[in-house]
């Protein structure tokens, strides 16, 4: 080969090499707006805003575990929006339901209106009472994937931005979920042993863990030492019965969490489609991070926060406690726990907790939060107040 034709194939080489180099930069993202949220019970957020053309500010909760955006049923009543029948299901813990439709109705956030959403309707009245402010409906991912979505638990602030290049903080760590939807992730949890398995990244569930008993059994991860707690959670088509205890740890990207409070319960509606996935990780562990949502880059990426080394609530009672008509109502009472060995029915008013008469069920749920601690709860029955003593229990 002469020194002509190895010039030209190297020439060649190097064109292609160059062209193997060139790459579609997209615009940069632009922030949008940001906007204030709360944070409740269990570690849910709440964020304030409008729907269409009605005046009333509602309160949504703003959750990477729903596949859409929903809106209460008794609030679109009180706003008097018709809804159509579809032949479409939704499912959660509780149960599966068809479901109607609000079609092509814009949501209004602070500097951001969000158009063309089809808002399917659930009824909420049991995450309202359990809360004790009016839930008037979900934002999930029908939201999420239209933008980039900071949430800064820090700040207490949501920030949106435009699709785009963004930069992400130092000092975080990147997930790539599967996605449908709901972000699904890979991660090890431990007790006897540790086990990988996939798991719903759920902002809008109020604990730490949830797994099914089927990943539990087949698994067999879990120390035959450990004691479970009777107990039940809210979620979609009411209340569920569940087991309350500890698992040793659970991994999430770098960071490792000791002794994590867990639920374990019947899927009894496929919920986490087993073996697909062992269950959910939930916003009482992922609020430790500072969150970006990239849906269109199939990014999570998390920062740790000011809350990452907080106390877990390892307390334990056995009360079902609900807001029903202004009222804070014992509704359930576990077999065994402390909360019948007290004396507490279903049926009592709690008047005041300590010296707490705020009736807020909020303030309540946090001073029940104390593992080992004896508490005075005042309640009204049919025959008049009574003072119970209530021994908060541990589960770990």
Known sequence: MNKRIRILITLILLCNFLRAQEEFVPPASKFITSFPFRILTGGIITLKATVANYADTLNFILDTGSGGISLDSLTAVRLNINTILSDRTIRGIAGIRQVRFIYDMPLHLPKLTVDSLDFHINDYEVLTSSY???????????????????????????????????????????????????????????????????????????????????????????????????????????????????????????????????????????????????????????????????????????????????????????????????????????????????????????????????NNIQAYKTLLQTPGGRLKVLVLRDDGPLLLNLRVKSIL
Request: glycine fraction near 10%.
């Open 132 to 358: 004790g402010e009016k839930i008037d409906g979900i934002i999930g991912f029908s939201f999420l994937s239209r933008y980039i979505v900071k949430i800064d638990y820090d700040s207490s602030k949501v920030y949106v931005y435009t699709k785009g290049r963004f930069k992400y903080p130092r000092g975080g760590f990147l997930i790539r979920p599967a996605l449908n939807n709901i972000p699904i992730f890979a991660t090890p949890v431990k007790d006897n042993r540790e086990v990988s398995n996939r798991y719903y990244f759920d902002t809008g569930a109020g604990m730490c863990l949830l797994l099914s008993s089927d990943f539990v059994n087949d698994s067999n991860f879990i120390s035959t030492k450990r004691k479970w707690f009777t107990t039940q959670a809210e979620g979609l088509g009411g209340k569920a019965a569940m087991k309350q205890g500890v698992v040793k740890q659970v991994k999430i990207g770098p960071y490792k969490f000791k002794n994590v409070p867990t639920y374990i319960f019947d899927d009894e509606f496929n919920v986490t489609s087993y073996p697909n996935l062992g269950g959910l990780i939930g916003n009482d562990l992922l609020r430790r991070f500072n969150l970006i949502i990239n849906y269109e880059r199939r990014d999570l990426y998390l920062v740790p926060n000011s809350h990452l080394r907080e106390p877990f609530d390892y307390s334990y009672t056995g009360l079902g406690m609900y807001v029903i008509d202004g009222e804070i109502r014992i509704i359930d009472v576990m077999e065994g726990s402390p909360a019948e060995e007290a004396g507490f029915k279903p049926g009592d008013i709690v008047m005041a907790i300590e010296n707490n008469f705020t």
